[in-house]
Protein backbone atom coordinates (compact mmCIF):
# COMPACT_ATOMS: atom_id res chain seq x y z
CA UNK A 1 0.00 0.00 0.00
CA UNK A 2 1.50 3.15 -0.67
CA UNK A 3 2.24 5.68 1.76
CA UNK A 4 0.31 8.53 0.22
CA UNK A 5 -3.06 7.90 -2.03
CA UNK A 6 -4.49 10.21 -3.98
CA UNK A 7 -7.22 10.12 -7.05
CA UNK A 8 -5.31 11.03 -10.11
CA UNK A 9 -8.47 12.45 -11.93
CA UNK A 10 -7.97 14.87 -14.14
CA UNK A 11 -10.53 17.04 -12.82
CA UNK A 12 -11.78 19.30 -15.64
CA UNK A 13 -14.01 22.51 -13.87
CA UNK A 14 -15.21 24.90 -15.47
CA UNK A 15 -13.80 28.59 -14.23
CA UNK A 16 -15.15 29.87 -10.49
CA UNK A 17 -16.18 26.66 -10.18
CA UNK A 18 -14.90 24.91 -6.29
CA UNK A 19 -13.28 21.93 -6.76
CA UNK A 20 -11.83 19.51 -3.62
CA UNK A 21 -9.10 17.19 -3.58
CA UNK A 22 -8.56 14.42 -1.40
CA UNK A 23 -5.59 12.38 -0.42
CA UNK A 24 -5.09 9.50 2.35
CA UNK A 25 -1.87 8.74 3.99
CA UNK A 26 -1.05 5.56 5.91
CA UNK A 27 1.36 6.26 8.82
CA UNK A 28 -0.05 7.62 11.92
CA UNK A 29 2.74 8.47 13.14
CA UNK A 30 2.98 11.13 9.94
CA UNK A 31 3.61 14.67 11.82
CA UNK A 32 3.41 17.76 9.03
CA UNK A 33 1.44 18.13 6.30
CA UNK A 34 1.58 20.12 2.59
CA UNK A 35 -0.08 20.79 -0.33
CA UNK A 36 2.58 21.27 -3.62
CA UNK A 37 1.35 22.61 -6.81
CA UNK A 38 3.48 21.34 -9.87
CA UNK A 39 3.17 22.72 -13.45
CA UNK A 40 3.91 20.20 -16.91
CA UNK A 41 7.80 19.47 -16.65
CA UNK A 42 8.71 22.59 -13.69
CA UNK A 43 9.21 21.56 -10.27
CA UNK A 44 6.45 21.17 -7.39
CA UNK A 45 6.07 24.35 -5.71
CA UNK A 46 4.61 25.13 -2.25
CA UNK A 47 1.16 25.79 -1.93
CA UNK A 48 0.36 25.64 1.68
CA UNK A 49 1.40 23.58 5.00
CA UNK A 50 -1.66 21.99 6.65
CA UNK A 51 -2.24 22.19 10.28
CA UNK A 52 -4.42 20.23 12.91
CA UNK A 53 -7.09 23.69 12.88
CA UNK A 54 -7.17 23.88 9.30
CA UNK A 55 -5.86 27.03 7.50
CA UNK A 56 -7.09 28.90 5.06
CA UNK A 57 -5.05 31.00 1.99
CA UNK A 58 -7.36 33.21 -0.12
CA UNK A 59 -9.27 30.68 -2.10
CA UNK A 60 -7.29 27.74 -1.32
CA UNK A 61 -8.91 25.83 2.51
CA UNK A 62 -6.90 22.98 3.61
CA UNK A 63 -8.03 20.37 6.06
CA UNK A 64 -6.62 17.42 8.19
CA UNK A 65 -8.18 15.03 9.89
CA UNK A 66 -5.81 12.92 11.95
CA UNK A 67 -8.26 10.06 13.34
CA UNK A 68 -9.28 9.32 9.80
CA UNK A 69 -5.52 10.19 8.29
CA UNK A 70 -7.20 12.57 5.59
CA UNK A 71 -6.19 15.62 4.21
CA UNK A 72 -7.97 17.80 1.90
CA UNK A 73 -7.79 20.62 -0.29
CA UNK A 74 -10.65 22.98 -1.65
CA UNK A 75 -10.02 25.69 -3.93
CA UNK A 76 -12.92 28.05 -4.66
CA UNK A 77 -13.66 30.29 -7.45
CA UNK A 78 -11.35 28.41 -9.77
CA UNK A 79 -9.19 30.68 -12.25
CA UNK A 80 -7.31 29.13 -15.64
CA UNK A 81 -3.94 29.56 -14.06
CA UNK A 82 -4.92 27.10 -11.00
CA UNK A 83 -4.28 24.05 -13.81
CA UNK A 84 -1.60 21.97 -12.24
CA UNK A 85 -1.08 18.73 -10.74
CA UNK A 86 -1.34 18.86 -7.04
CA UNK A 87 0.51 17.04 -4.82
CA UNK A 88 -0.21 15.47 -1.04
CA UNK A 89 3.40 15.35 0.65
CA UNK A 90 3.36 13.79 4.37
CA UNK A 91 6.71 14.10 6.54
CA UNK A 92 7.65 11.39 9.16
CA UNK A 93 10.54 11.94 11.19
CA UNK A 94 12.30 8.22 10.74
CA UNK A 95 15.24 6.96 9.89
CA UNK A 96 14.50 8.62 6.60
CA UNK A 97 15.45 11.98 8.28
CA UNK A 98 12.61 14.70 7.78
CA UNK A 99 11.90 12.91 4.18
CA UNK A 100 8.97 14.25 2.28
CA UNK A 101 6.69 11.41 0.72
CA UNK A 102 4.24 12.56 -2.09
CA UNK A 103 1.38 11.21 -3.48
CA UNK A 104 1.56 10.50 -7.40
CA UNK A 105 -0.74 13.90 -7.50
CA UNK A 106 -4.28 15.16 -8.74
CA UNK A 107 -4.51 16.84 -12.56
CA UNK A 108 -6.77 19.43 -12.78
CA UNK A 109 -7.66 21.51 -15.63
CA UNK A 110 -10.07 24.52 -15.36
CA UNK A 111 -11.37 25.83 -18.65
CA UNK A 112 -12.92 28.92 -20.06
CA UNK B 1 11.89 31.99 -7.11
CA UNK B 2 12.73 29.88 -4.44
CA UNK B 3 16.84 30.90 -5.04
CA UNK B 4 17.46 26.80 -5.30
CA UNK B 5 19.38 26.76 -8.35
CA UNK B 6 20.34 23.48 -9.95
CA UNK B 7 22.85 22.40 -12.82
CA UNK B 8 22.77 21.16 -15.51
CA UNK B 9 19.34 21.72 -16.78
CA UNK B 10 19.43 18.58 -19.11
CA UNK B 11 21.96 15.61 -19.29
CA UNK B 12 21.76 12.61 -21.67
CA UNK B 13 24.45 9.67 -20.73
CA UNK B 14 24.88 6.43 -21.98
CA UNK B 15 24.22 3.22 -19.61
CA UNK B 16 27.13 2.08 -17.43
CA UNK B 17 28.26 5.89 -17.42
CA UNK B 18 28.28 8.31 -13.90
CA UNK B 19 26.88 11.57 -13.46
CA UNK B 20 27.11 14.27 -10.30
CA UNK B 21 24.23 16.58 -10.39
CA UNK B 22 24.47 20.12 -8.34
CA UNK B 23 22.44 21.77 -6.04
CA UNK B 24 22.56 25.22 -4.69
CA UNK B 25 20.44 25.72 -1.21
CA UNK B 26 18.91 29.05 -0.79
CA UNK B 27 19.97 31.68 1.88
CA UNK B 28 19.40 31.10 5.68
CA UNK B 29 18.66 26.95 5.03
CA UNK B 30 21.06 24.38 6.08
CA UNK B 31 19.59 21.17 4.81
CA UNK B 32 19.64 19.50 1.10
CA UNK B 33 17.50 16.71 -0.09
CA UNK B 34 17.19 15.24 -3.38
CA UNK B 35 14.50 13.37 -5.34
CA UNK B 36 13.88 11.45 -8.15
CA UNK B 37 10.78 12.14 -10.21
CA UNK B 38 9.72 9.08 -12.79
CA UNK B 39 7.34 10.37 -15.49
CA UNK B 40 3.50 10.09 -14.08
CA UNK B 41 4.65 9.64 -10.49
CA UNK B 42 5.27 11.85 -7.21
CA UNK B 43 9.02 12.72 -6.30
CA UNK B 44 10.50 10.01 -4.64
CA UNK B 45 12.94 10.55 -1.60
CA UNK B 46 16.61 9.53 -2.35
CA UNK B 47 18.76 11.42 0.65
CA UNK B 48 18.87 14.00 2.86
CA UNK B 49 22.09 15.95 3.93
CA UNK B 50 22.63 18.27 7.24
CA UNK B 51 25.54 19.87 8.18
CA UNK B 52 27.67 17.63 5.46
CA UNK B 53 26.65 14.19 6.62
CA UNK B 54 23.69 12.08 5.69
CA UNK B 55 20.69 12.46 7.66
CA UNK B 56 18.47 9.74 6.19
CA UNK B 57 18.00 7.67 2.89
CA UNK B 58 15.11 6.31 1.15
CA UNK B 59 15.42 3.10 -1.14
CA UNK B 60 17.69 3.62 -3.49
CA UNK B 61 21.15 1.36 -3.90
CA UNK B 62 24.36 2.76 -3.02
CA UNK B 63 25.33 3.78 -6.42
CA UNK B 64 23.57 6.89 -5.61
CA UNK B 65 26.00 8.84 -3.46
CA UNK B 66 26.07 12.59 -2.44
CA UNK B 67 27.84 15.05 -0.84
CA UNK B 68 27.07 18.33 1.10
CA UNK B 69 29.70 20.94 1.51
CA UNK B 70 30.28 23.56 4.04
CA UNK B 71 28.45 26.23 2.13
CA UNK B 72 25.46 23.75 2.22
CA UNK B 73 25.25 23.38 -1.34
CA UNK B 74 25.25 19.76 -2.33
CA UNK B 75 25.97 16.84 -5.14
CA UNK B 76 24.29 14.12 -6.24
CA UNK B 77 26.59 11.12 -7.81
CA UNK B 78 24.97 8.18 -9.79
CA UNK B 79 27.17 5.34 -10.96
CA UNK B 80 26.59 2.58 -13.33
CA UNK B 81 23.55 4.38 -15.13
CA UNK B 82 20.60 2.15 -15.57
CA UNK B 83 17.96 3.41 -18.05
CA UNK B 84 15.19 3.65 -15.22
CA UNK B 85 17.75 6.36 -13.76
CA UNK B 86 16.05 8.42 -16.72
CA UNK B 87 14.10 10.91 -14.62
CA UNK B 88 14.09 14.42 -13.32
CA UNK B 89 16.08 15.27 -10.05
CA UNK B 90 14.89 17.44 -7.98
CA UNK B 91 16.92 19.13 -4.81
CA UNK B 92 15.15 20.70 -2.08
CA UNK B 93 16.25 23.49 0.55
CA UNK B 94 15.29 23.62 3.91
CA UNK B 95 16.04 24.35 7.31
CA UNK B 96 16.49 21.27 9.45
CA UNK B 97 13.43 20.10 11.64
CA UNK B 98 9.77 18.84 11.52
CA UNK B 99 7.64 20.52 9.96
CA UNK B 100 10.56 22.45 8.01
CA UNK B 101 8.89 23.53 4.52
CA UNK B 102 11.17 22.49 1.63
CA UNK B 103 11.67 24.48 -1.36
CA UNK B 104 13.04 22.60 -4.83
CA UNK B 105 15.00 23.71 -7.40
CA UNK B 106 14.20 23.43 -11.13
CA UNK B 107 15.90 20.03 -11.58
CA UNK B 108 17.94 17.87 -13.93
CA UNK B 109 16.28 16.22 -16.46
CA UNK B 110 18.44 13.16 -17.11
CA UNK B 111 18.17 10.68 -20.11
CA UNK B 112 20.07 7.69 -19.95
CA UNK B 113 19.90 5.74 -23.54
Not at chain 1, 28 to 44: I, L, M, N, V
Not at chain 2, 56 to 83: D, I, K, T
Amino acid sequence: RKEVEQDPGPFNVPEGATVAFNCTYSNSASQSFFWYRQDCRKEPKLLMSVYSSGNEDGRFTAQLNRASQYISLLIRDSKLSDSATYLCVVNLNSNSGYALNFGKGTSLLVTP
Amino acid sequence: ETGVTQSPTHLIKTRGQQVTLRCSSQSGHNTVSWYQQALGQGPQFIFQYYREEENGRGNFPPRFSGLQFPNYSSELNVNALELDDSALYLCASSRLGQGAEQYFGPGTRLTVT
